[in-house]
């Protein structure tokens, strides 16, 4: 079992590197530069959290999971969350704040990109392309997979050739081998899934046991989260931590360059961390909120914004479920929880069917008695409580498993975040609001996804199948709202993350992506930051800083 490390280090008064957010994206930057001898300070509101803490080897963990490690941080309201007006969206983001980011938390589903997602604007003529392609970012996906002992078959015929994942799938089980023979009969695209979850014993982390507990902390330690694969290297080639951080404001000196931050301590207290380079990653709803917080007289709009796109072209992954009922036993309470299989059968544009882009689906368990009941709720009470409830939970524990879409969400300029005008954390700083709404494209994209998952479903032989056809809470995927491009007046930063208006300041998360892809975008997220970060170690003679 992986233990913590706890090293206490002076903050130098003037840090070479400031990165905000200690999670997936500013993990990664933050081994990278301690690692090439940069003095490096990180700001993290959040906490470590020991895996000892987890529930998924308690019997109580589909209890706890409700509230204590619920995704929702409106619904957890731990002391490092920050509250988020959501009365204007469809879907609830989903977060956590900690060291390790939400790889706490997430499936640990480890996807590329396609290469046509790069290329959205010259295939379909809709959104943007991105100013790199697939294969520019090849290189860093495959050294993520190293880095995060990745587990997956290689070859799979949805993707160019590449070298094999360094770990070997975990295993399908009963649910992954009952979704494939549905998938055969129709001929249509399966592939064991990949995930960031070790599958047999990696340095300190042990392989996967199969709790089926990714969604709330893995206790094994098996899943790669940032905290155990970034952290510990990061701290002991010399980087220094701050946890209890929150960040309110991003400083810039008289010649509209970065300064560093003012952060509040657990204890309430003001300070200041200066640093000649800021990097900012703290994800798509945290990055436009701390960049819109830190308006000036020069940046009367907020930092970097003289786009006017901080904050917008949110994207959030819409998710649809059908879930299928089998007579079989399939043991569907086992993990990964992590993805059994996935299907790029129908990711691409097809005009015929009447919208664009497509969706990625994956298999995964449906969990425990409790998890199974809440994790679809909005039945009628009759239907799900008393006497039904016992007929339910008997006809259908461990017998279903679920056929998840993520569907592509295009870019939308109305779908953004903003300060809220009332709404504030619990240090007094102004909380995010959230404005998104579904889209015709995404709704024609779902409904016919949904159809075919459920033919998938009748084609393994279910005796019934359920539809989630918008799930609330499905906001994992923070993208868009601080986006890249070669054009100063229509993104926010360069291919590198750079601020066009602040050469001082990058972005590295989520926030940055041009489009969304239909795929789990964190592998995504953590090779954008590998490559940012090694540009930037490689033009730090060229780089502009503040005095």
Known sequence: ???????ERPLPDVADVLVIGAGASGSVAVKELAEHGFSVVCLEQGDWTPPSSFAGDKPEWELIKQKTWHPNPNVRSGPSDYPIDTSDSDVNPLMYSAVGGSTILYAAHWCRFLPSDFRVHSMDGIADDWPFSYADLLPYYERMDRDVAASGLGDDPAYPPGAPFPQPPLPIGKIGRKAAEGMDKLGWHWWPGPNSIASRPHGDRSPCVRYGACLTGCPQGAKASTDLTHWPLALKAGAR???????????VDDKGLATGAIYVDRDGVERR????????????VGTPRLLQLSESARFPDGLANSSGLVG?????HPYAAV????????????????QSIQSMEFYESDESRGFVRGAKWNVMPTGGPLGMRSGYGGRPVEESWGANFHRNVKQNFGRSFEWGIIAEDLPDEANRVVLDEQLTDSDGIAAPKIVYKSS??????IDFHIDRAREAHEAAGALTTSTT???????WHLLGTARMGEDPSTSVVDQWG????????????GSVFVTSSGVNPTATIMALALRSVEHLIAERGNQAVSA
């Open 312 to 316: 917008k072209r949110l994207m959030m």
């Open 469 to 475: 056809r918008l799930m609330r809470d499905c906001g």
């Open 323 to 338: 879930v299928g009922t089998y007579e079989d036993d399939l043991e569907s309470w086992l993990g990964p929880a992590g």
């Open 440 to 445: 015709d494209n995404t709704t024609k994209l």
């Open 1 to 7: 079992m992986v233990s913590l490390p706890v090293l």
């Open 498 to 509: 750079r601020a066009h208006d602040v050469p001082n300041l990058y972005v590295i998360d």
């Open 241 to 251: 931590l701050v946890t209890g951080a929150r960040v309110r404001e991003i400083t």
């Open 273 to 284: 961390q200066k640093a000649a380079v800021v990097i900012v990653a703290a994800n798509g």
